[in-house]
């Protein structure tokens, strides 16, 4: 029987391959259709000089770069994210401050969002949705004592995310502050805040977000184009409306690989924020099925992982495990959303997918530590040092 067990330990995988599988999946899927649906964006543009490939070639450096960064993530163990976490935290906050300087941040439609490092464009948000992950997984464990306690356990944390959700409003960036709100307050309910707390606590948010929407013309609009795209088709309900389209014409497999007539300059944000639509058009709606079946799989991992190392007591580990499923999943559940017509228009990318930097290099990082999470705890299982 024993000679079973470490025959049966001796063979485990060194990490959780369908995860890593998942996740190229997508970034190549990802890489491919943002070729596609940039094409025509990128012969016209006086910024592209005329090079229909100059979105792919900046992803595909983009992509280099970002698992070049998983990688070296990681060979860094958890503990260290967890004793790094509230520095990550407070440099993040630096980076919301920075980009809010004029002739430090970068100004584009009306949004101060990014920080101009020469070689690329740093959005600051991207990097305090993973800093926000490790931060309130740490607050967590740390605060575990106390945690039922709104004025010891809930009100600092409290105070520090309305600090932070101030600054992302004044660039304004509402999509990111929904997702950090998001991901911090389930990290939080996961490590034993008092449920009473956490009711009102979601109250208070809807009230706040909706408090937000009301004092807001341009978001007004927005949420009135959601609820019918048709009524103003050209005006507030144009992205919403080619969206729609684009979805209609793929029916179940799609016009064809390269083939979509949206992202000719019809569809706005064709390879970022509307990325699944062009999907949906080219590939129909068997190929959106296999985007969401892969999302699907690996937050279900996440949560596994998660759940795996607080079955062996590593606390840190399975709250930043789970808080960056809550993150992926929730952000992907939002940008599907809006491209189906399920919720208004918001500035999310889809992850792993879209073209941007920022994004897609959080995005590798974050499930770098995922797996290192769990081969960690494949480690452990196996009785090896980790």
């Known amino acids: 029987m024993a000679s079973y067990v470490f025959a049966q330990r001796a063979s485990m995988p060194e990490y959780d391959r369908s995860l890593a599988w998942a996740a190229f999946l997508l970034v190549a899927t990802g890489l491919v259709m943002v070729y596609s649906a940039s094409i025509a964006i990128a012969e016209s543009s006086r910024f592209t000089a005329g090079n229909s490939a100059y979105f792919l070639l900046r992803q595909s450096l983009f992509l280099a770069v970002s698992v070049l960064a998983a990688v070296l993530t990681f060979m860094v163990p958890s503990t260290v994210w967890q004793k790094g976490a509230p520095w990550l935290f407070l440099f993040g906050g630096v980076l919301l401050v920075l980009v809010l300087i004029p002739g430090i941040g970068r100004e584009v439609n009306g949004a101060r969002r990014w920080l101009n490092l020469v070689v690329f464009n740093l959005q600051p948000s991207e990097f305090m949705k993973l800093a926000v992950v490790l931060y309130a997984a740490d607050y967590t464990v740390r605060k575990h004592a106390v945690m039922k306690s709104f004025k010891k356990g809930l009100l600092p944390m409290l105070g520090v995310m309305l600090a932070v959700s101030w600054l992302l409003l004044r660039e304004p960036d509402f999509g990111a502050l929904v997702v950090v709100a998001v991901t911090t307050f389930g990290i939080l309910f996961l490590g034993g805040m008092n449920g009473r707390h956490f009711v009102a606590l979601v109250a208070m948010l809807a009230v706040g977000f909706a408090a937000l929407v009301l004092s807001s013309p341009y978001r007004m609009q927005r949420i009135f184009g959601f609820m019918d795209p048709w009524s103003d088709a050209y005006g507030k309900g144009y992205q919403l409306s080619h969206a729609l389209i684009a979805f209609g014409r793929g029916e179940w497999f799609g016009v064809g690989l390269g083939a979509s007539i949206e992202k000719l300059h019809y569809l706005p944000e064709a390879h970022t924020d509307f990325l699944l639509a062009v999907i949906a058009e080219e590939l129909g709606l068997v190929g959106v099925a296999l985007v ?11 949560f596994a992982i998660g759940r795996q190392a607080a079955l062996q007591e590593r606390h840190f580990a399975a709250l930043a495990a789970q808080g960056i499923g809550i993150w992926i999943g929730f952000q992907t559940l939002i940008n599907m959303g809006v491209n189906t017509g399920l919720l208004p ?40 040092p980790a």
């Open 345 to 384: 228009t918001k500035g999310l990318t889809l992850p792993l997918m879209s073209f941007g930097g920022s994004g897609l290099l959080m995005n590798c990082v974050a499930l770098a530590i995922l797996l290192r999470i769990d081969w960690e705890g494949r480690q452990r299982a196996k009785g090896a």
């Open 292 to 302: 969401i079946g892969l999302f699907v799989w690996l937050v279900f991992r996440a």
